[in-house]
């Protein structure tokens, strides 16, 4: 698709809190340093290892950031959609990225550079507060992350995925969502994510096709979670 308007991207960072103080003059300014990119599904967008650069803003798509072991097993860290932003530690440090961001489905992004935020967060760096506080929370997550690798089994983290991410007790499974997609999410293999899926449904707290998960039983669900209902 052909660039977007830079009002477009102007809008777009408008609604993000990074950038919440900026008058209209600043955001033009900044939209207009910024680069667009597009990426085709399985697309790397950046590869752990390589010298991070700045900040992404998603447009359009899907991105999931990831974690890859020497035997090519995968671990995903995080699912990004339009409207979010990824890679914050680039805005301070020309540091190796520590983690693999790769396109599932066509995707398209606007790419903010070190050099163009570096100024604009000295000049006003109320809005370092912003980021920090969001990079505060993507670490809580990955220590959760962490947590629920070492201490739960693949059944348990499948409950506690299903209770948060379910909207209405329904996980809709997008195009890309697979099943070998969803176990490199908990950290598993598809045959044992299939096993769990089957543990939940015959046990009448969940129903499932290749569409959606649905939860039945909510209560039941939590108890499996070890969660406090």
């Not at 967008?45 to 072991?69: C, H, M, P, R, T």
């Not at 070492?150 to 983290?157: A, D, F, G, P, Y």
Request: charged share 20%.
């Amino acid at each position: 698709m052909p660039t977007p308007e830079r009002s477009r991207l102007c809008e777009h960072l408008q609604r993000l809190p990074y950038f919440t103080g900026l008058d209209a003059g600043e955001l033009w300014r900044l939209a207009g340093l910024a680069t667009w990119h597009e990426y085709s599904p399985g697309a790397v967008i950046f590869l752990e290892g390589d010298v991070n650069s700045g900040l992404y803003a998603l447009d359009v798509g899907w991105v999931k950031v990831v974690k890859f072991s020497l035997d090519g097993r995968e671990q995903v860290l995080r699912y990004f959609g339009p409207g979010e932003v990824f890679s914050e530690i680039g805005i301070f440090l020309a540091r190796p990225n520590p983690a693999t961001a790769i396109a599932l489905e066509h995707t398209s992004l606007w790419r903010l550079h070190r050099s163009t935020l570096q100024p604009l967060f000295n000049a006003q760096p109320e809005l370092l507060l912003h980021v920090m506080t969001n990079m505060a929370d993507r670490i809580a997550q990955l220590a959760d992350l962490v947590a629920d690798l070492s201490l739960h089994t693949v059944e348990v983290r499948l409950a506690r995925l299903l209770l948060e991410a379910g909207a209405d007790d329904t996980l809709a499974r997008q195009a890309w969502q697979t099943q070998a997609e969803l176990a490199a999410r908990l950290g598993t293999v598809p045959d044992v994510l299939s096993r769990a899926l089957r543990t939940l449904a015959d046990a009448g707290l969940i129903r499932f096709d290749r569409h959606q998960i649905m939860i039945i039983d909510r209560p039941g669900l939590q108890r499996r979670a070890q969660l406090a209902p």
